[in-house]
């Protein structure tokens, strides 16, 4: 079992994105990411093995598209248990350090309140590929990008159901005029940790969405509701456009400056999200060590 709670007193670095670094490899916008489990592995592998190299002490599997109600816009969802198994193996096996193999599923694509998806299929979906990503050796699963509370839950279920192990619960949280956060659907961060630590999350977080300067303050209100670990992945600013293509605008070193306040907030584990890189995680590594130094 997984001392996760240890990473409170002793927070660990995570790996940043993989949809924006695959799109640097020559992946096209709009496919289907985890097909490059098969049709490009040593991309994959090379990801998993360079965030590894970076510091990172829990890595991602290429499976965030892969449950089946997701892969059926792609005409594989009969493939879905190969994808994923296949996933986990490729991060598992990319070696260049000592991490944790964390199998990602991200959310189906479908709406449960406006009944495109029923609760139980997305239950059932999710436990399968908790399934898959288990037999192709992930340590924990993360459930990340969710902005439905009703389908996180279900997903959540799902995944105890089929992975046996940890799960961490990371929701997509955008700041309101008022200064508090809210997911596109309307839930708050004290909605969301309640719901999510009665349905048996191991850690609970925030992803993608806007940038780490607005996550470093969601940050403290996490940390203030719950006394699990507490994950963040923010993204390297806010898009922008140049020469028709997305970019995330923030440096490695701008990123960084707001890792301190994520540590002084009380945050177990901290990594990036869409636009980071690398060099990223390197920051936040070299930033971790100066605040354990310190004696925090």
């Known amino acids: ?4 709670m240890q990473w409170k007193k002793n927070p660990i670095v995570a790996d940043g994105a993989w949809g924006t670094e695959m799109l640097k490899a020559g992946l096209t916008q709009g496919d289907a990411p985890e097909l490059w489990n098969f049709s490009h592995p040593g991309i994959v592998s090379g990801i998993a093995r360079s965030y590894a190299a970076a510091g990172s002490k829990i890595i991602l599997t290429n499976t965030f598209g892969g449950s089946s109600i997701k892969l059926e816009h792609s005409g594989v969802a009969d493939k879905m248990f190969e994808i994923n198994k296949r996933g986990a193996e490729l991060t598992k096996q990319a070696g260049g350090g000592d991490y944790l193999t964390a199998g990602d599923m991200g959310p189906s694509g479908k709406l449960v309140m406006m009944g495109e998806v029923s609760i139980d299929d997305v239950e059932d979906s999710f436990a399968r590929q908790a399934e898959a990503l288990r037999e192709g050796g992930a340590d924990l699963i993360v459930l990340e990008t969710f902005i439905d509370l009703i ?7 799902g995944a105890i159901k089929g992975g046996a192990c940890p799960v961490v619960c990371s929701m997509t949280f955008d ?18 940790v309640a719901t999510l630590e009665e349905s048996g999350a191991s ?18 209100t996490l940390c203030s ?7 963040i992945k923010a993204n390297a600013g806010l898009p922008i456009l140049v020469d028709n293509k997305v970019v995330y605008p923030m440096s490695a070193d701008d990123y960084t400056t707001f890792i301190p306040s994520l540590l002084d907030a009380g ?30």
């Open 1 to 4: 079992m997984l001392n996760f």
């Open 151 to 157: 389908e996180i839950k279900a997903a959540l279920k």
């Open 175 to 192: 700041p309101m005029a008022d200064g508090t956060f809210r997911t596109i659907m309307g839930h708050s961060p004290e909605e969301a």
């Open 203 to 220: 850690l609970i977080g925030a992803n993608c969405g806007t940038g780490i300067d607005a996550y470093a303050e969601l940050a403290k």
């Open 225 to 231: 509701l719950t006394e699990l670990p507490v994950w």
């Open 267 to 296: 945050v177990a584990v901290i990594g990036g999200c869409c636009g980071t890189a690398p060099e990223h995680i390197e920051g936040i590594v070299k930033v971790l060590k100066d605040f354990q130094g310190r004696g925090k």
